[in-house]
């Protein structure tokens, strides 16, 4: 397979399973749509639950905030994780730790222990941070926006799945158990695979290109950064919290339809569970290119034009996203199931383009900090969730589809934040690049000289060296003659 000067991948290669890249780029996807089939399996048999525990209106969108809001804290601390340990430990753990909480659905008897285990199980969409920080590790900064934005768009097909899944294993199951028990020997089956999937984790697949990081550390062939100062290059870059802010637009969205979706589809328009939960999949289901396609907009956008035509796309695509979600609010009033469909399917291509798009962006906040700035990032997908299904669908007086329209006009405002993100050697989206400052300058002042003597900064150095791709066709000649010397003795590993 073809390698850059950091030993990443310069392709992919979808149909292969090989070492230590497909295998890593398999294995990740999986899991991570697995966490999403274990935090919206109640949502897709809510129409079920609901009338066996008694639960109301606000219990229902409680439990749903709760879902999204356990991967909050997760998320941050998944980022740190990964950064010292790496992503295999990151995922096994996650995947082990959190079976339990899945286990104990089927023991559930009311709405305090509903909304508990909600929590908990949700803690395991942290799995994000693992995966795009994994991909990033493997993958080389021209195709990284399309591994990241594939991974996770598959992944996120997870939400997809489950409605789709559930509802059939409970009907399954309701062949020759009684209803009120079938839907709790369901949550069996994802409990299971967690156990499963998160061992072979640890087992099979591989942190880095070059090894695991516990084996790299003991040989001394990587340098464990404990330094406050990695702490320091996530939280005080403030495109970090651009960027966290409007993840919550983004994703945050496709969390809040993935939530009340079913239930949505059951109460307007009479559905059976199983028809509300096969309809409701269709949202989840589309991740399946559309994150994808998103990714590779960005990495086709930075081709020609670089981290600004990234940035323009991001912001073009998010945008409409708003406008589908606001329409999603009308339709309804023409009491049209087909009209409704329409609407969403469209919406769920804008917004987990944008999602994918997104991922484009990320990797080039900080190369020392990846992992705690896609653990930020992460984590303000979450909040943005349950902030938006706490204002519009749970304690406002709103009915779903007005719901829907105010949240797309939030949307469309917050995504306007994307015009102040500026990276000094590439340019904003109004703005071009500021003359003489390279990669190199931004990347390494993330390091303090004595830092730099211990060799902390030699990946990112590297990172440097492959990200002058972000230029684009149009700054790229003007900026070779400045690079030619360096290029060099970063190939070399040195400053």
């Not at 984790?201 to 084996?215: H, V």
């Not at 009915?399 to 329209?405: H, L």
């Not at 990112?460 to 360096?486: I, M, P, Q, T, V």
């Amino acid at each position: 397979m073809p390698k850059d000067s950091e030993g990443k991948a310069k392709t992919i290669r979808i149909l292969s399973f090989g070492p230590p890249y497909m295998r890593a780029f398999h294995l990740n996807w999986i899991a991570f749509m697995l966490t999403f089939i274990s935090t919206f399996a109640p949502a897709a048999l809510l129409p079920v639950i609901r009338d066996s525990l008694d639960l109301t209106r606000v219990d229902v969108g409680n439990a749903g905030i709760a879902a999204v809001v356990g991967a909050v804290a997760s998320r941050v601390m998944m980022g740190n994780m990964v950064d010292m340990y790496g992503p295999r430990y990151g995922f096994g753990f996650l995947l082990l730790l959190t079976s339990p909480a899945i286990f104990c659905m089927s023991i559930v008897q009311g709405a305090a222990g509903f909304i508990v285990l909600r929590l908990f199980i949700g803690f395991s969409l942290a799995a994000f941070v693992c995966c795009q920080f994994w991909c990033t590790s493997m993958f080389n900064t021209k195709i990284v926006g399309s591994a990241n934005a594939i991974a996770a768009g598959w992944g996120n097909m997870g939400g997809g799945v489950t409605h789709f899944l559930m509802p059939l294993l409970w009907k399954g199951i309701s062949a020759s158990q009684p209803s009120f028990i079938a839907w709790r020997w369901a949550f069996f089956v994802p409990a299971a695979a967690h156990i499963i999937l998160g061992a072979s984790i640890m087992l099979f697949a591989q942190d880095l290109p070059e090894g695991n990081f516990r084996e790299l550390l003991a040989s001394k062939a990587k340098v464990k950064d404990r330094s406050p100062n990695t702490l320091k290059a996530a939280l005080l870059n403030y495109r970090s919290w651009i960027m966290c802010l409007n993840y919550g637009y983004c994703f945050g969205v496709e969390l809040v339809v993935d939530n009340v979706i079913v239930y949505y589809l059951y109460d307007q328009f009479r559905l059976t569970p199983v028809l509300a939960g096969a309809l409701g999949s269709i949202f989840g289901m589309m991740n399946i290119f559309t994150r994808a396609s998103g990714g590779m907009i960005s990495d086709l956008a930075a081709r020609h034009y670089g981290m600004r035509g990234r940035l323009w796309a991001l912001w073009i695509i998010q945008t409409l996203g708003g406008v589908f979600c606001l329409l999603l609010g009308i339709t309804p009033v023409y009491n049209s199931l087909l009209a409704t469909m329409v609407i969403l399917v469209i919406f769920s291509i804008w917004c987990q383009q944008a999602c994918g798009l997104a991922c484009g962006v990320v990797p080039f906040i900080s190369k020392r900090s990846t992992g705690l700035v896609y653990g930020l990032v992460g984590a303000g997908g979450n909040t943005g969730a349950a902030v938006t299904q706490a204002i519009f669908f749970t304690y406002l007086p709103l009915s779903p589809t007005q719901g829907f329209f105010w949240l797309g006009i939030m949307v469309i405002g917050m995504t306007a934040m994307y015009m102040g993100v500026y990276f000094p050697m590439w340019g904003g989206m109004f703005c071009k690049a500021k003359p003489g400052v390279t990669e190199e300058d931004y990347y390494m002042a993330e390091y303090t000289a004595a830092e730099v003597s211990q060799g902390l900064h030699t990946n990112s150095l590297k990172f440097a060296y492959e990200s002058k791709s972000e230029r684009g066709w149009a700054n790229a000649a003007a900026a070779k003659d400045l690079d030619a010397a360096k290029a060099v003795h970063v190939k070399a590993g040195t400053a």
